[in-house]
């Protein structure tokens, strides 16, 4: 078989232009859902597309599907994507990367000639990140029939703009439901966003799931009290109980618990006075697993904990949980194809589980879905500090490339 490749200087060049749609100062990218610079970013895919003689529409939620038509138009599509919605100080490549290797893909096998017998399918989901609107993974969630498109509509930013006008304005809501779209299989190829595959010199990621998320709210309530009077021996701190209990998690995650990671994102503190003994905290708990019987077996350790925490430092804890996403394990028969596509082109991989939530999540529960993760530099992501080197970049899209006619030749 002749080996083809897709070209990495016009990989490069195309998320370096979408990179000027909302660049910021330091080199970041800030393009938060249904804005003007998120229309922009639209506007210039469809262009394009449009340019280069694909066939693209919007579904009823606002995602984008650029197609190159296969033999047979009735046949579900293979279906490529990710996100162009960055963070507020986002990176250029985080899900864009994702859409722009799935366009070069596709360009790459119309231009060399290769007629597919389904049709292979580009989709830059909306509203990923979920930074102006709730929830995160808004357009993949209703494709995939994890949320209504009624639910998503009636969402409102800060402003009290709601999802559906916002995304009238932009001039991307079309008419047919996105739940009804179908697809044979779903690939996402996207940046680690975390130091893995550099620091183990490996240059492709085959997904094979994502972990489990568990986040807990606890307030610990102790009493207020007068910092210069009250003596160290009668004090009721409920931060001093508080800081014992992240101590505790910290050393739980990284002693007992290996591959789970755990941490205290939030904490309020209450009165918040320089010359009171605090009296009532609030913190978040949020806990991550591949496995679910781990996660739990974690939570009921931290109740535990902290409940002695509580009981020594004379304090009150109340501890509930907040949302638990479980697991996420992707398709094998479609893993394997990625890792096959790496074989055939010798780079070398390694098999992992993604720290962090995907659209894939969400298209799993409909369409076979898998991912392909390329290296970032010093793994740093949801940060302008965000970077990926165009050979890396590069080597993903061609794993995609094989992986895609696999399914679709
Ligand atoms: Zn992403």
């Not at 939030?266 to 913190?283: C, D, L």
Request: aromatic fraction near 8%.
């Amino acid at each position: 078989m002749k080996r083809i490749n897709i070209d990495s200087t016009r990989l490069w060049h195309t998320i370096m232009e979408m990179a000027k749609i909302g660049a910021t100062p330091k080199g970041g990218v800030k393009r938060l859902a249904l804005t003007e610079t998120d229309k922009a970013a639209r506007d210039l895919f469809c262009f394009w597309a449009e340019s280069d003689g694909f066939e693209y529409e919007w579904d009823s939620v606002g995602n984008i599907f650029v197609t190159l038509q296969g033999k047979s138009k009735n046949l579900p599509p293979v279906l490529i994507g990710s996100h162009l919605d960055t963070q507020p100080t986002g990176g250029k490549f985080d899900g864009i990367y994702g859409v722009m290797a799935g366009y070069e893909v596709i360009k790459t096998i119309k231009e060399q000639g290769i007629k597919p017998s389904r049709p292979i399918t580009v989709v830059n989901w909306t509203n990923e990140e979920g930074v102006r609107f709730t929830p995160a993974m808004a357009g993949s969630g209703v494709f995939s029939g994890v949320y209504t498109e009624e639910e998503i509509y009636n969402s409102t930013d800060n402003n009290g703009m709601t999802f559906k006008n916002e995304l009238e304005k932009i001039g991307y809501r079309g008419h047919r439901k996105s739940v009804d779209y179908e697809a044979e299989v779903y690939i996402e190829p996207h940046i680690e966003q975390g130091p893995i595959l550099e620091s183990e010199n490996y240059k492709i990621g085959i997904v094979k799931g994502v972990q489990g998320q568990l986040s807990l709210d606890v307030s610990v309530t102790g009493f207020e009290s007068h910092s210069g009077s009250t003596p160290m021996n009668m004090r009721k701190d409920a931060l001093v109980s508080s800081s014992k209990m992240c101590l505790a998690l910290n050393r739980m995650a990284t002693e007992q618990f290996p591959g789970s990671v755990a941490t205290v994102g939030k904490m309020i503190v209450h009165p918040g006075a320089r010359n009171t003994v605090p009296g009532k905290t609030y913190f978040t708990i949020d806990i991550r697993h591949p496995r679910k019987d781990i996660l739990f077996e974690m939570e009921s350790k931290i109740k535990q904990h902290f409940q002695n925490i509580a009981d020594e430092t004379g304090t009150k804890v109340e501890i509930r949980k907040a949302w638990f996403t479980p697991p996420v394990i992707f398709n094998s028969i479609c893993a394997e194809t990625l890792r096959k596509s790496a074989e055939f082109l010798g780079y070398n991989f390694m098999e992992m589980v993604s720290g962090a939530g995907h659209d894939a999540c969400m298209v799993n529960n409909k369409v076979p879905g898998c991912m392909v993760f390329v290296p970032c530099e010093k793994g740093i992501s949801h940060n302008e500090l965000e970077n990926a080197s165009p050979e890396d970049l590069a080597t993903g899209a061609n794993v995609l490339l094989y992986s895609v006619m696999d399914f679709a030749i």
